[in-house]
T-cell receptor, first 111, second 111 residues
Framework: NAGVTQTPKFQVLKTGQSMTLQCAQD?????MSWYRQDPGMGLRLIHY???????DQGEVPNGYNVSRSTTEDFPLRLLSAAPSQTSVYFC??????????FGPGTRLTVL | GQSLEQPSEVTAVEGAIVQINCTYQ??????LSWYQQHDGGAPTFLSY????GLEETGRFSSFLSRSDSYGYLLLQELQMKDSASYFC????????????FGAGTQVVVTP
């Protein structure tokens, strides 16, 4: 049971490039979320999903897209990277009304 | 809207007791959670209060008072490994139950 996995661990992009951050969980959790964490700030919700085929925006969705074709996977796409998207990205999963389990994070730098 | 306030930093010596307060403004939530995050790591679940009162888990205890819009995390018999950031979070009831996090409290344990 690997829990929540994220790839890559580190990524450097140039402004304007696109990329996909991968997230997978093997706990059969319905709910999955993407957060970003900036220095001195808590976790801010980007997008979330309550099941395959169902996604919605969180607090800071601009510049990011998501889709959920399976229960296990919830990729986050950066459409055109900007320096303001330099951050640490965490994926999390949970059952309804239950505690969240976080992946190890992806550290993204946009130059 | 919702907001959670917690102190930015607390310093204490090994063996001491530390209390991290969390005051919140929210229209409704399922419960108050606490997460621990070490530098470079992912948030991990510590404690959850669905109802008012005290929950104890080993050296850590958490308290909630909905009437006072207030909760706290108590760390006893501090150890060096407790140096980390601690986040309070609520799961709000006006949507699918998404989480709102405080900005975090950095706990520094000194010898």
């Amino acid at each position: 049971n690997a829990g929540v996995t994220q790839t890559p661990k580190f990524q450097v992009l140039k402004t304007g490039q696109s990329m996909t951050l991968q997230c997978a969980q093997d706990m059969n959790h319905e709910y999955m979320s993407w957060y970003r964490q900036d220095p001195g700030m808590g976790l801010r919700l980007i997008h979330y999903s309550v099941g395959a085929g169902i996604t919605d925006q969180g607090e800071v969705p601009n510049g990011y897209n998501v889709s959920r074709s399976t229960t296990e996977d919830f990729p986050l796409r950066l459409l055109s990277a900007a320096p303001s998207q330099t951050s640490v990205y965490f994926c999390a999963s949970s059952r309804p009304r239950d505690t969240q389990y976080f992946g190890p994070g992806t550290r993204l730098t946009v130059l | 809207g919702q907001s959670l306030e917690q102190p930015s930093e607390v310093t204490a010596v090994e063996g001491a007791i530390v209390q991290i307060n969390c005051t919140y403004q929210t229209s409704g939530f399922y419960g108050l959670s606490w997460y621990q995050q070490h530098d470079g790591g992912a948030p991990t679940f510590l404690s959850y209060n669905a109802l008012d009162g005290l929950e104890e888990t080993g050296r850590f205890s958490s308290f909630l008072s909905r009437s006072d819009s207030y909760g706290y995390l108590l760390l006893q018999e501090l150890q060096m490994k407790d140096s980390a950031s601690y986040f309070c979070a609520v799961r709000i009831t006006d949507s699918w139950g998404k989480f709102q996090f405080g900005a975090g409290t950095q706990v520094v344990v000194t010898p």
